[in-house]
């Protein structure tokens, strides 16, 4: 079993950026793929970017290509998602997952294990 914490949310204003982080323990991150979610009050969960075990590859949404990036450091067991030129519309609950899909997943039902989620606020 995979426990991940998300850290790195906050207060932030249009046009800033964050790092968010999910670090893993129990397993290491080099056995999973990676996903990132988020999810705004009243909306659905929404598919990020995904990034395989390999870390070789990366696949993002296509809302979310250019000012997110999907990274890992399997030294430090950890996650990022990296968010450029936040805008207010990014303002959600930021969510990390895990799963032993090979192939790239958007699903939020293909991944096993969650974090708790880190708040995001953008200010205009």
């Known amino acids: 079993q995979v426990q991940l914490v998300e850290s790195g949310g906050g207060l932030v204003q249009a046009g800033d950026s964050l790092r968010l982080s999910c670090a893993a323990s129990?397993?290491?991150?080099?056995?999973?793929?990676v996903g990132w979610f988020r999810q705004a009050p009243g909306k659905e969960r929404e598919f990020i970017g995904t990034?395989?075990?390999?870390?070789?590859?990366?696949n993002n949404a296509g809302s979310a290509k250019g000012r997110f990036t999907v990274s890992k450091d399997n030294a430090k067991n950890t996650a990022y998602l990296q968010i450029d030129n936040l805008k207010p519309e990014d303002t959600a609950v930021y969510y990390c997952?895990?799963?032993?899909?090979?192939?790239?997943?958007?699903?939020?039902?293909?991944?096993?294990?969650w974090g708790q989620g880190t708040q995001v606020t953008v200010s205009s």
């Open positions: 129990g397993r290491s991150l080099r056995n999973y793929r």
């Open positions: 990034l395989a075990r390999s870390s070789l590859s990366t």
């Open positions: 997952a895990t799963t032993t899909i090979v192939n790239p997943t958007t699903t939020p039902e293909d991944y096993y294990y």
